[in-house]
C-alpha cells in the first residue's frame, strides 16, 4: 500500500514539475514592490480631497442644471446618448418577449432550452404536439416569472430558434405578484408592441 501511495505522490510531483515548472520562464515573474506613501497619503488626505472634489463636482452640476439625473417619466433614458446619462438600447437587457414566426405563430418549439439554461429558475414550459407539419412540439403553456428573473440574457441565448429575446423595456408595472408572471399571451403581446423597433 506503501509503494501506491509513493508511485502516486511521485507521478503526481512529476505532472505538476512538468506543467507548471517547463513553462514558467525568468521573464514571466513580476516582483511587485510596496508603493512608498508620504505622511499625508498614509493619512489619505489626497484620496479624501479627490473624493471631496467628486462631490462638488456633482454639486455644481445639479445647481445649474447640467446633471445627468432624468426626469422619469416624463424624460426616458433610450432618448439620450449613452454619456448623456441614457441607454445603449442594443444591449440592455429589460423585460421579454416570445417571437413569432413570418405566418405569426409563437416561434418557440418548446425545446425547454431556455428553461434547462436559466439560473434563476424562472421560466415553465408546458409542450404539447404541434398542430403544424414544420415542428414538432409547440408551448401551450410559457410562463415567466418577471420578478425571479434577473435578467441575464441566458435564455435568449440558450434559444436555437431565436424565439425568445429581452427587450429594452424596463416599465415593469404590475400590483401583484401574479401578474409579474407573464404568461405567453403577454410575452406574445410584448412582441406585437415592440417588434417595429427590431432589431433589438
Ligand atoms: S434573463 Fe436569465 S434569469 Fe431571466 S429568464 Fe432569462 S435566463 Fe432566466
Ligand atoms: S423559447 Fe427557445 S429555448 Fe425556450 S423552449 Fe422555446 S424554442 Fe426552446
Given amino acids: ?17 512538468a506543467v507548471y515548472g517547463a513553462r514558467m520562464k525568468t521573464e514571466d515573474v513580476m516582483e511587485l514592490q ?26 455644481v452640476k445639479s445647481v445649474v442644471g447640467r446633471h445627468r439625473t432624468l426626469q422619469y417619466p416624463e424624460q426616458r433614458r433610450e432618448d439620450r446618448g449613452v454619456l448623456d446619462g441614457g441607454m445603449d438600447t442594443q444591449r440592455y437587457r429589460g423585460v421579454h418577449r416570445l417571437n413569432r414566426d413570418e405566418q405569426g405563430r409563437v416561434k418557440c418549439v418548446a425545446c425547454f432550452m ?38 441575464c440574457g441566458m435564455c435568449e441565448e440558450a434559444c436555437p430558434v431565436d424565439a425568445i429575446e429581452l427587450t429594452y423595456e424596463y416599465d415593469i408595472i404590475g400590483l401583484t405578484r401574479a401578474e409579474m408572471i407573464f404568461d405567453k399571451e403577454k410575452l406574445l403581446t410584448i412582441y406585437d408592441q415592440t417588434v417595429p423597433r427590431k432589431p433589438m
Wanted: hydrophobic share 45%; with cysteine.
Fill in 34 to 59: 510596496e508603493p512608498r506613501l508620504n505622511t499625508l497619503e498614509s493619512l489619505f488626505v489626497p484620496a479624501v480631497l479627490a473624493g471631496l472634489g467628486t462631490t462638488i463636482t456633482h454639486l
Fill in 114 to 151: 431556455c428553461a434547462t439554461a436559466c439560473p434563476a429558475h424562472c421560466i415553465h414550459i408546458v409542450g404539447a404536439q404541434a398542430p403544424w407539419t414544420d415542428r414538432e412540439k409547440y408551448p401551450i403553456k410559457f410562463d415567466l416569472d418577471e420578478l425571479r428573473c434577473i435578467y
Fill in 1 to 17: 500500500m506503501a509503494f501506491y501511495w509513493l508511485a502516486f505522490l511521485a507521478y503526481t510531483w512529476g505532472r505538476t514539475n
